[in-house]
């Protein structure tokens, strides 16, 4: 060889290139695994503090009012529909023996006297968890242009105020206390700009944003903030029938990652993020470090066409039985 010293340093810098992507793929891999997460007694589990959470009557919200409950929270719901909010924290309080209280409320009004409401019912509660996890999504992918302004507010008034709201009334208890957790749920479209459905990738990238500042002014507070990073699960917004691969059913999503609080998983190298279903975990990490920005966003764009296209043609079917 004519220039062997190259020739060795070239060998030297592929082989530490590989090794630094081999060892973040393991830590990805050994934290979805194995690495357990913080407990759950640390937020006062079985000690008398409640878990709040909103758009807590159905999918992955009554989930996570279900499982926060059977870990020894006492639960706070606030939703909408008050039947719902009955029915939810009846299942509670017969199988788990805590105590429930529920607030009907409609997020997408943003009114003073539906917050004032929620202020009064959350007085005096030991809140140790607050899960941020109503929102709103799109009835078929659209162009923005053709998206109602109605629906644009709704999304960003679901999806950002009420989060923004909700924080600022059990934040300042956390702090006191020194000691809470606040997930904000959040969603793949918001890590990748999804055409089709910009305004909802365009609230959930404000989650992103916004959990990963909150989380960092809360250093040493005693608060965790995590910003959950969400593929499909199985619910009526992602209108998912049934598990497959890449969306677990709400049960199997909410509780792998109340056994992660704490550890990034496939969201490694993002603090104040969270990426905890292996499915997830493993794409999310990949796409986020691999995939061709560019190339990403036109294929969302063609799969949200073609899901609009076959959304648009069940409807003709069903107008025409109807
Ligand atoms: N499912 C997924 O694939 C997926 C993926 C990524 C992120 N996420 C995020 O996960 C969260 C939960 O989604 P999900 O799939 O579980 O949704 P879901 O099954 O549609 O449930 C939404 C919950 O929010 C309540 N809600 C809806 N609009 C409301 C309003 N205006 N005011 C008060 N409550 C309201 C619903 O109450 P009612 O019972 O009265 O309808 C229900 O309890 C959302 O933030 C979503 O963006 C979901």
Not at 123 to 151: A, C, H, M, R, W
Not at 201 to 229: I, P
Request: aromatic residues 10%.
């Amino acid at each position: 060889m004519e220039h062997p010293l190259l020739g060795l340093s070239l060998a030297a810098l592929g082989f530490t290139v590989l090794s630094f992507h081999v060892l973040r793929l393991v830590r990805v891999l050994v934290q979805t695994f194995l690495i357990p997460g913080i407990s759950l007694n640390t937020y006062g589990a079985k000690r008398g503090a409640w878990a709040v959470v909103t758009g807590a009557t159905d999918g992955i919200g009554k989930e996570f009012a279900l499982q926060l409950a059977k870990k020894g929270f006492n639960v706070f719901l606030a939703s909408r529909s008050p039947e719902k909010l009955g029915e939810v924290a009846g299942e509670i309080e017969s199988n788990y023996g805590v105590k429930t209280k529920t607030y009907a409320i409609d997020f997408s009004k943003d009114d003073a006297a539906s917050y004032a409401g929620l202020e009064a019912a959350l007085t005096g509660l030991d809140v140790g968890v607050l899960v941020n996890n109503v929102g709103k999504g799109y009835e078929i992918p659209t162009n923005f242009l053709d998206y109602p302004q109605s629906e644009d507010s709704a999304i960003v008034t679901i999806n950002i105020s009420s989060v923004l709201r909700v924080t600022k009334l059990v934040l300042p208890g956390m702090i006191a206390r020194k000691r809470g957790l606040v997930l904000n749920i959040g969603s793949f479209s918001g890590a990748f700009p999804s055409p089709m459905i910009s305004v909802y990738s365009g609230s959930k990238a404000f989650l992103q944003a916004w959990s990963q500042c909150l989380s960092t002014e809360l250093q040493g507070t005693g608060v965790e903030v995590e910003l959950v990073n969400a593929y499909f699960v199985v619910s009526k917004l992602s209108k998912v029938s049934r598990p497959n691969l890449m969306a677990p059913t709400p049960k199997a999503y909410v509780a792998s990652l109340l056994r992660k609080i704490g550890v990034p998983c496939g969201s490694l190298g993002r603090p104040g993020s969270v990426t905890p279903y292996w499915s997830h975990a493993v794409g999310d990490w990949f796409v986020q470090n691999y995939a061709p920005k560019g190339l990403l966003l036109g294929y969302i764009n063609n799969m949200h066409k073609d899901i609009r296209r076959r959304a648009l043609k069940k409807k003709e079917r069903q107008a025409k039985k109807d």
